[in-house]
């Protein structure tokens, strides 16, 4: 989750910088955060490697970048970060599993015996070994889905939504009602202003979706620092859950974004 503002120059000192050079890091600077939390997405959520993965979709771009006459260089850039993922989960699934020195207690190999193993015992061993695959990488859920969760998150981040239609799109909503109301009472224009962006969503369990927020407000009694400074690289993304009443945000989504206030009153009950 992102607020609208907190995005950080790139600094080169004294150090003359290039026209295109200049040009490449105001754009960088620019989306690197919205980027950021499609790349982590696209790998499931591992932040690391979702740095990583933009890391190189950025350097790919760089090199084309005198050259290229994509007037939207940020869907340029989304593309490379879809295909090099695709890339990493086909090397990954395709990736030979690791044989344990340990089965059921006794060593598959003696380090210190230079002999030819023993056929019979590596038949014995490789019967108690067990092949697991690596997971399918995550994808977008169908619209109808998508859908029903942009109209969750709207209804838990945007102001002016009915207390009911509140409730209804958030997990224990009633429960966080008046938590809700507490929140608006301290800071109105944060709750009269507050609206929320999905920059992509992936489905990573059966009936839990992830997606990237970008939330946005106008209050200046709340620093926008404040928010930033409470999410940590797994909490760049809110989550919605199937339950039988539907797609809802989950609990922690909307805990997190009230916890980021800094208000130690403010508090999601237990």
């Known amino acids: 989750m992102r607020t609208e503002q907190g995005n950080g120059d790139i600094s080169q000192g004294d150090e003359a910088v290039p026209a295109d050079d200049a040009s490449f890091e105001h754009f960088v600077a620019d989306c690197a955060d919205r980027l950021l939390l499609s790349a982590v997405l696209l790998v499931g959520g591992d932040w690391a490697a979702g740095e ?64 030819a193993a023993d056929p019979a015992v590596v038949a014995r061993v490789a019967e108690g070994l067990t092949l697991v695959g690596q997971p399918p990488p995550p994808v977008p859920p169908d619209e109808t889905t998508a859908e029903a969760i942009r109209a969750a998150f709207h209804d838990a981040f945007t102001a002016g939504v009915r207390d009911d239609r509140f409730a209804a799109a958030v997990q224990d909503g009633p429960a966080l009602a008046s938590l809700r109301a507490k929140v608006a009472a301290r800071y109105p224009r944060f709750a009269a202003t507050l609206s929320v962006q999905i920059d992509q969503m992936l489905v990573v369990a059966p009936g839990t979706v992830s997606a990237g927020l970008w939330v946005s407000f106008t209050d200046p009694t709340v620093p926008p620092q404040a928010l930033l400074a409470a999410r940590s690289p797994s909490g760049a993304f809110g989550e919605a859950v199937l339950t039988p009443a539907g797609w809802q945000v989950t609990r922690a989504a909307y805990c997190d974004l009230v916890m980021g206030l800094g208000t130690p009153d403010l508090r999601c009950p237990p």
Request: hydrophobic share 40%.
């Open 52 to 115: 990583d993965l933009l890391q190189g979709a950025f350097e790919r771009t760089y090199r084309h970048w005198g050259q290229m006459n994509d007037p939207k260089p940020e869907a340029y850039v989304r593309r490379a970060l879809v295909n090099a993922a695709t890339s990493r989960w086909r090397r990954l699934r395709a990736r030979v599993s690791e044989v344990p020195l340990l089965v059921n207690g006794k060593w598959t190999a003696d380090p210190a015996d230079s002999s």
